[in-house]
């Protein structure tokens, strides 16, 4: 069809269909490209300067207190299923009283009830164990709870005095945890 035309009308179709053709590059190829570049430096900016604080100089006061903050928040892990999770709580805990010197003579792990109006399905699990420490020890123990990834709470702590050693006291205290079912 081309042969039919004159030299001119060629050229009038040829530059047509190649504006049409880099027109079409543009906005299909180059722009969409160009949008998700703008993006992902707008994302590499902002991972550079929250990296950027992250490196800070350790002996600024700055850096300190927010070494002190982090230590106040609570680890947190997301609920397992319960087979796995209640190995968790347990081990993480034996090796919290261990931390802080304390003996544990009976622990004891019990599924308990599952949470009501919950869609998602969790369980409460409840770890009990009784042991006998001083109240330094027992305290220790408490303030090192939140560090422990699977505990969610106290639900129970019980202090007795020893009867020949008031320094000893006879303690028994169940902490709770989610899990899945």
């Known amino acids: 069809m081309l042969e039919k035309l004159n030299p001119k009308e060629r050229r009038t179709v040829l530059t047509s269909l190649s504006v049409c053709a880099v027109i079409l590059v543009y906005f299909l190829l180059i722009e969409p490209l160009t949008q998700n570049w703008g993006t992902v430096r707008q994302h590499l900016r902002a991972a550079r300067e929250k990296a950027a604080l992250l490196q800070l100089d350790p ?9 002190r903050l982090m230590e106040l ?7 397992q299923p319960s087979d796995r999770q209640g190995p968790f709580l347990q081990e993480t805990f034996t090796s919290q009283l261990r931390k802080v ?10 599924r308990g009830r599952p949470l009501r109006n919950d869609p998602a399905g969790y369980v409460v699990l409840n770890l009990t164990a009784q042991g006998s420490g001083t109240y330094e020890q027992i305290l220790k123990l408490l303030a090192d709870l939140p560090q422990n990834p699977y505990y969610v709470g106290v639900q129970k702590c019980l202090l007795k005095p ?7 006291l006879e303690w028994e205290i169940t902490v709770f945890t989610y899990a899945s079912r």
Not at 73 to 78: A, D, K, S
Request: glycine letters at 4%.
């Open 59 to 67: 002996k600024s006061p700055q850096t300190q207190q927010q070494k």
């Open 73 to 79: 928040v609570p680890v947190l892990e997301m609920p």
């Open 101 to 110: 010197g304390l003996v544990s003579r009976r622990m004891q792990l019990v």
């Open 162 to 168: 020893d009867q020949k050693e008031r320094q000893k």
